[in-house]
């Protein structure tokens, strides 16, 4: 057997075990996930990431809060040295929590998304080298997703984009903040456990988001592929990172919250379609006015 073909161990920990067992999945994903979550790319999976315009990250920073970030650049500026390889010619902003958290040896979540055609594909993995034009990545685990919630749009590079406005740091939302989420159909949210990170996609009907009257967000959890990633990282680590894009004017709003997780009740119920809620408590807000110079076709 070609070596690259093997399956993988089991790659779930205790949180998505947990999780699996309690949607009495747990047999059924350890089979699932030893076939589909791969210690390399596949070619295709190669050939897709060299096609996007832009790339979503999960780090943490100095006291292990998870964010979630976006780099962007020209078609090609991700590439695939190798099955076990991803090189990202790109470097995130000085003084952001990626770019502090950018290291060997740093774990790193990246999720390639292509709304007009709705592929996503995951790869999670470390920091295996980075110099001035950006960083390589090595393969740690490597998977698919369905494309079940994505909005279909299609990205266009601006023409001599301005350059973003300086970060605005805060505590808490403001009204402009809560206008973004209120409308929002799109949001990634990054986690960790163990010193390992993941970001991954949610999406649903605008305002799918909501937000409570002590300003708590309430994220419906739909179903998916009971991977139970980002669930699980926050069964056993609460923090989270959320990043929503205002994909009009190129907006990045990025939030740091703890999450709850609400199994059922009222709450759940509020959220047609829902099987779990998450509640996140705002910690911190960064809002990067011209952040990421692409803008998009209107959802469908």
Same mark, same amino acid.
């Given at each position: ?115 007009? +055609? ?19 990545? $090595? ?46 159909? +799109? ?52 923090? $989270? ?16 919250? +703890? ?42």
């Amino acid at each position: 057997m070609d070596p690259l073909e093997a399956p993988t161990a089991d790659p779930f920990h205790a949180g998505e075990h947990a999780l699996q067992a309690r949607a009495g999945l747990r047999a059924r994903m350890a089979d699932i996930g030893a076939r589909v979550i791969r210690d390399h790319m596949p070619d295709q999976h190669r050939d897709f990431f060299a096609l996007l315009p832009f790339l979503l990250v999960g780090s943490v920073d100095g006291q292990g809060q998870p964010w979630a970030s976006v780099l962007h650049g020209a078609p090609g500026f991700v590439q695939s040295p190798d099955p076990r390889r991803l090189r990202i010619a790109a470097r995130p902003p000085a003084g952001s929590a990626l770019a502090a958290h950018l290291r060997a040896g740093a774990s790193l979540g990246l999720l390639g998304l292509q709304p007009h +055609t709705r592929r996503r594909n995951r790869m999670n993995g470390r920091v295996a080298a980075l110099d001035d034009d950006g960083f390589e990545v $090595a393969v740690e685990h490597s998977f698919g997703n369905c494309p079940k919630y994505i909005r279909v749009r299609e990205a266009r590079a601006l023409d001599g984009a301005a350059l973003p406005v300086a970060p605005e740091a805060g505590p808490a939302l403001d009204d402009e903040a809560r206008a973004l989420i209120a409308d929002a159909d +799109t949001l990634f949210i990054a986690s960790a456990h163990a010193g390992q990170v993941d970001v991954s996609h949610r999406g649903g009907a605008p305002g799918f988001v909501r937000i409570d009257e002590e300003a708590r967000l309430l994220l419906p959890d739909y179903a998916g592929n009971f991977f139970f990633n980002t669930l699980g990282n926050l069964l056993l680590e609460p923090r $989270a990172g959320l990043l929503f894009i205002d994909f009009e004017r190129g907006d990045l709003l990025q939030l740091s919250a +703890t999450a709850e997780l609400i199994w059922d009740g009222p709450l759940v119920e509020a959220h047609p379609g829902a099987l779990r809620l998450l509640r996140l408590s705002v910690t911190g807000m960064v809002r990067t006015r011209g952040g990421l110079p692409l803008r998009w076709s209107a959802g469908e």
